[in-house]
């Protein structure tokens, strides 16, 4: 069974900084393209950013230039560094394997695939 447990979340100004984690326990992390996803109240959820097991990156254009996923294969760990946040950033958080395919111009996730969730991290940004 999959389990993540996503931390990190909080209420910041806008501008201001968070960083959020992600452990993952029970399956194979270090060969899994793995993704942050956020879903405001009202909203589908929807994919921010990914990272491949070979480092490689990709984000949502919401948030280029101010979010950075990372990951410790070692802590089968994945990370969210987020700068200069906007009140529109701010969802419940989640973390989980990337199914899907990206492009030049952006990356879809087939986030129907996904059975298991987190309980997701709150971030609240203040204008």
């Known amino acids: 069974q999959v389990q993540l447990v996503e931390s990190g979340g909080g209420l910041v100004q806008a501008g201001g900084s968070l960083r959020l984690s992600c452990v993952a326990s029970?399956?194979?992390?270090?060969?899994?393209?793995m993704g942050w996803y956020r879903q405001a109240p009202g909203k589908q959820r929807e994919l921010v950013a990914v990272?491949?097991?070979?480092?490689?990156?990709n984000y949502a254009d919401s948030v280029k230039g101010r979010f950075t996923i990372s990951r410790d294969n070692d802590k089968n760990t994945v990370y969210l560094q987020m700068k200069s946040l906007k009140p529109e950033d701010a969802a419940v958080y989640y973390c989980n394997e990337f199914r899907g395919y990206c492009t030049t111009y952006g990356c879809s996730a087939r986030v129907h695939e996904l059975d298991y969730w987190g309980q997701g991290t709150q971030v609240s940004v203040s204008s």
């Open positions: 029970g399956s194979t992390f270090s060969i899994n393209a």
């Open positions: 990272i491949r097991s070979s480092g490689a990156t």
